[in-house]
């Protein structure tokens, strides 16, 4: 016979327990609920809701006004002899 075995206790099988187990089981499905039917909400009304068209901007001509760019002129200066 096999002695290698753990016995089942029955007194604690059969104890009844606080209730605290269920009760928080209850709260954590109650909650989960709650956030996945709120999740299916929100993803619904983001589907739902209508696409504000963007207001389409219209190129308008301008006018460039010239501006003066300075030109460089190069004025030669007379040779300076540094030979004395």
Not at 20 to 35: C, E, P, Q, R, S
Request: proline share 10%; charged share 15%; net charge positive.
């Amino acid at each position: 016979m096999n002695e290698n075995f753990t016995p089942l206790k029955l007194d604690d099988i059969n104890k009844k327990d606080t209730g605290l187990n269920t009760a928080m089981l209850l709260i954590a499905t109650f909650t989960a609920l709650v956030l996945a039917i709120l999740l299916f909400v929100l993803i619904q009304k983001k589907v739902n809701q209508t696409q504000v068209p963007s207001p389409e901007i219209t190129p308008s001509p301008t006018i460039i006004i010239p501006t003066l760019v300075p030109t460089i002129t190069i004025v030669a200066s007379p040779s300076v002899s540094l030979k004395k």
